[in-house]
């Protein structure tokens, strides 16, 4: 079975830090980019960040520029997301998910998580 | 950024009726290969969200058939031509042509 399961959320400080982790199985992680997309309570969905099959390539979202760090270890199937100086508007579910390519052509994000919490709170 | 605007921001239907939501982008999303990157999803009531509908269009595996996206350019349109309970949740829009993608603020479809 296709699946993400995201882990290391909790409770921290404004200007605390915290890693997320996301650990993928039933599919060929290291040939798939992925993306941390997150949610604020009661909000909508909000990209945060994006690296290639290689890690090549990475993108953030302006609003975490600078204090977030992505990163993927193939050899674990697994993907990261460092979290520093952490504000209260980080607070959110925090989901991995996979995108798909299909014949070349970028076919969406098919496979997410369950998600993680983050509290930024003091 | 490209700003995406769903309407309506919630919607009522009545089992075994349509149900119609528009999206529209600040930005055209037809790129210069021909392909239009926009997306559909639905988030049900406490799970993650789920692709529905790919490149405006293309129905995602296993997605029913009562399920139809169209629009080109700025104007995007999901469609449910007969809503059932299961349909109940936020959908999204969602377009990938630049970075960062960027999604609609949701559309909440409850039943009547």
């Given amino acids: ?122 | 950024d490209i700003v995406m605007t769903q309407t309506p921001l919630s919607l009522s239907v009545t089992p075994g009726q349509p149900a119609s939501i528009s999206c529209k982008s600040s930005q055209s999303l037809l790129h210069s290969d021909g392909k239009t990157y926009l997306y559909w999803y639905l988030q049900k009531p406490g799970q993650s969200p789920q692709l529905l509908i790919y490149e405006v269009s293309n129905r995602f595996s296993g997605v029913p058939d009562r399920f139809s996206g169209s629009g080109s350019g700025t104007d995007f349109t999901l469609k449910i031509s007969r809503v059932e309970a299961e349909d109940v949740g936020v959908y999204y829009c969602m377009q990938s042509i630049q970075l960062p993608r960027t999604f609609g603020q949701g559309t909440k479809v409850e039943i009547k």
């Fill in chain 1, 1 to 122: 079975e296709v699946q993400l399961v995201e882990s290391g959320g909790g409770l921290v400080q404004p200007g605390g830090s915290l890693r997320l982790s996301c650990a993928a199985s039933g599919f060929t992680f290291s040939s798939y980019s992925m993306n941390w997309v997150r949610q604020a309570p009661g909000k909508g969905l909000e990209w945060v960040s994006y690296i290639s099959s290689s890690s090549s390539t990475i993108y953030y979202a302006d609003s975490v520029k600078g204090r977030f760090t992505i990163s993927r270890d193939n050899a674990k199937n697994s993907l990261y997301l460092q979290m520093n100086s952490l504000r209260d508007e980080d607070t959110a579910v925090y989901y991995c998910a996979r995108d798909r390519w299909e014949y070349g052509d970028y076919a969406g994000l098919d496979v997410w998580g369950q998600g993680t919490t983050v509290t930024v709170s003091s």
